[in-house]
């Protein structure tokens, strides 16, 4: 028979329980963990797992602002352990003997650490250890976007089944306050579609191109050497990096079980100047967004290039700065605008994670949770409508117009705007759409580039506008 644990006993799930031992198990669990944490008057000891640019930001901001963070919540943290890979590496910062320490695991296991903050990375180990500290029935803050959106059901479950917090801000949009408004703000409202701009390098990379006319190697370039890009710049420019965060968007919001293999992907490499001066003739500027919608029970997730009415608030987003945009059914539009990465914004996100865990903790409670995720449909992109913008190469003689026209006709595909550039060997023709379905769009782009007097099809992007 199982028995309530003696005060400071690591407490251990059972690997295997069946619902009736789990409700028991959680009451006498929340028990344990009052009691233990009311001794410390108000402590709450952290062990934080890597100390990089985040963990080592979060270090120095639970120091610098220990007294403020007192005043607001009653409680004093104080980080006991702290794991690293390199203990011989310069961190600037000055560590209590036995504080740092190279053995992950034992952090995690630690009778000294009630709260585990995980800023290493990457699936493992970081998976493992944070399912391990669930186990403890230790709360988990966490930054790691990658683990989240290839396995954030199992870790919520764990949560659940621990009857802790398991809080991740950081991992969506770094220092935006996202998830929290997603998952308590709007709590009730139904959710109609998030866009976002969640990644800073490219949104920097596109801004460059569009205010100083860079080519995108050139702006890469710069993005590169101003510290915005990675020398490898494939997860960011291709869309990866952006397409995590939208699964991770889209589980919060609408409690749908979404991976980031669900995620409908384009990045920006294919993006051109003469992308770039078109949209900005028709009044639209180029960004990568993620958009995150449901529509008659089923989910649609993508990233990619975007072009985005100057009017809209997204438009407006320059250089490395990120913004989210949500449209629910209530509440109508809702912007949140900010730094979506650096040590300093996201270790901010980090430490209020931390806060509110630590004071549920404390009050032997648990914040909002996310609840059950369910397998909602994925809607294939192809029967994703959107308006598109596209360019064809063309012979520069009568009746091309009409074949092109007809093409699009024949799919269903209604034109909203065309323009012609160039003249001779230069012309081509500039369309925007109305809404159509992918497979629609793609169906008539096979027909016009067999048209003899097509020399080729250019770019091919989405649109946003009123009512899209
Ligand atoms: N940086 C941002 O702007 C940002 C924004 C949003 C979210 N995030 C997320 O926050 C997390 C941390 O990012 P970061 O930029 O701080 O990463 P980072 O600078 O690379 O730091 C990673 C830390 O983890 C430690 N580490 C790695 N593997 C380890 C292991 N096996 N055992 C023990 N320690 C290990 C490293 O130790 P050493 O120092 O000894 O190498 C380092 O201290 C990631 O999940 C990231 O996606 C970051």
């Not at 344990?32 to 640019?53: F, S, Y």
């Not at 800073?200 to 710069?222: P, R, V």
């Not at 945009?325 to 914004?345: K, Q, T």
């Not at 209604?414 to 629609?440: C, K, N, R, W």
């Amino acid at each position: 028979m199982w028995s309530a644990p003696r005060l400071r006993e690591p407490v251990r799930v059972p690997a295997l329980v069946d619902g009736a031992v789990l409700l028991r198990f959680r009451f006498v669990v929340c028990a344990a963990i009052r009691e233990t944490v009311a001794m410390d008057d108000g402590v709450v000891r952290i062990g934080i797992l890597g100390c990089g640019n985040v963990g080592g930001a979060l270090v120095r901001l639970i120091d610098d602002n220990a007294d403020l963070i007192s005043r607001r919540s009653g409680l004093r943290l104080v980080v006991t352990k702290v794991a690293v890979r390199d203990l011989s590496r310069d961190r600037n910062l000055t560590f209590a003997p036995g504080v740092l320490t190279n053995d992950v695991a034992s952090v995690v296991q630690s009778d000294e650490v009630d709260l585990v903050v995980e800023l290493i990375g990457g699936i493992e180990p970081a998976r493992s250890l944070i399912l391990d500290a669930l186990k403890l029935a230790k709360p988990v803050v966490t930054g790691n976007k990658e683990l989240l959106a290839n396995g954030g059901a199992e870790i919520y479950e764990a949560a659940a089944i621990a009857g802790v917090d398991v809080l991740f801000e950081a991992s969506v949009a770094g220092g935006i306050p996202l998830m929290r408004p997603l998952r308590e703000s709007l709590a009730g409202e139904r959710i109609l579609r998030v866009m976002g701009i969640v990644n800073g390098t490219t949104n920097f990379i596109l801004t460059q191109m569009t205010e100083h006319g860079s080519s995108f190697a050139d702006a890469l370039a710069e993005a590169q050497n101003l510290g915005f890009a990675e020398r490898d710049p494939t997860a960011d420019v291709e869309g990866y990096d952006a397409a995590a965060k939208a699964a991770i968007i889209a589980s919060v919001a609408f409690g749908a079980r979404v991976v980031a293999g669900d995620v409908y992907r384009e990045g920006i490499s294919g993006v051109s100047a003469s992308d770039i001066a078109a949209a900005r003739e028709l009044g639209y500027v180029i960004k990568l967004l993620a958009v995150a919608e449901e529509r008659d029970g089923a989910v649609t997730v993508r990233v990619h290039p975007t072009m985005v009415p100057n009017a809209h608030p997204l438009a407006a987003v320059r250089g490395s700065f990120n913004a989210v945009f949500i449209e629910g059914e209530s509440v109508g539009d809702l912007m949140l605008y900010g730094r979506g990465a650096g040590g300093d914004p996201t270790a901010i996100a980090v430490l209020g994670d931390v806060i509110d865990a630590a004071t549920n903790l404390h009050r032997g409670s648990r914040g909002a949770t996310l609840g059950t995720l369910v397998h909602k449909p994925i809607r294939p992109i192809d029967e994703v409508q959107s308006q598109f913008y596209l360019t064809v190469d063309v012979e520069d003689r009568p009746g091309v117009l009409a074949a092109i026209a007809s093409a699009f006709g024949t799919h269903g595909v209604s034109i909203q705007s065309m323009h012609q550039q160039g003249e001779g060997d230069e012309a081509h023709l500039i369309f925007v759409t109305h809404l159509a379905p992918e497979a629609a769009l793609a169906a008539t782009i096979h027909e016009v580039r067999e048209l003899d007097t097509v020399k080729r099809i250019g770019s091919v992007l989405r649109v946003i506008g009123s009512g899209t």
